[in-house]
């Protein structure tokens, strides 16, 4: 199976994210496309290059990858997903596209939960200075026990 990804955002990040997710997959160009949103443009012109877009992927099954739920470019993609060949998620980040690209082939239900667990495992916070730098706190234990 071979399923198609149309990532629908704000301009320039479709196409951003697109570009980043090839440098790592340059392979996956044709299963990946992208409508750049853009201000002030009509819904229903969105919606006709959305449909474009969708088409050159050349398949039936899509998973749709919006930056935000309620923004435009979802709302967009709503009308283009039936919920059973082509889905959407909303909140698109590289983890997530880099995850779906990575197991496009399989089911589009395998394929949905993959991308899910890839956005979100994939944002995480991150220490401010090195773990040495940091002061420790009273209960944390001393991993250094065992050194002299």
């Given at each position: ?57 050349g ?88 050194q002299q």
């Open positions: 199976m071979n399923n198609g990804i149309l990532i629908v955002a704000h301009a320039p990040l479709a196409s951003a994210l697109r570009s980043c997710v090839l440098h790592v997959f340059p392979d996956a160009a044709a299963s990946v496309g992208v409508l750049d949103v853009q201000p002030n443009v009509p819904t229903d012109e969105s919606l006709a290059a959305a449909r474009t877009a969708m088409s050159l992927l398949t039936d099954c899509v998973l749709v990858l919006t930056d935000m739920f309620g923004a435009t470019p979802c709302n967009v993609a709503l009308k283009l997903i039936d919920g059973v060949n082509s889905r959407l998620i909303a909140g698109v980040n590289l983890p997530m596209l880099l995850r779906a690209v990575t197991y496009r082939n399989e089911a589009m239900d395998a394929l949905v939960a993959r991308a899910m667990a890839g956005g979100t495992q994939g944002v995480m916070q991150v220490a401010v200075t090195a773990p040495q730098n940091q002061q420790r706190k009273p209960n944390d234990q001393n991993h250094n026990d065992h």
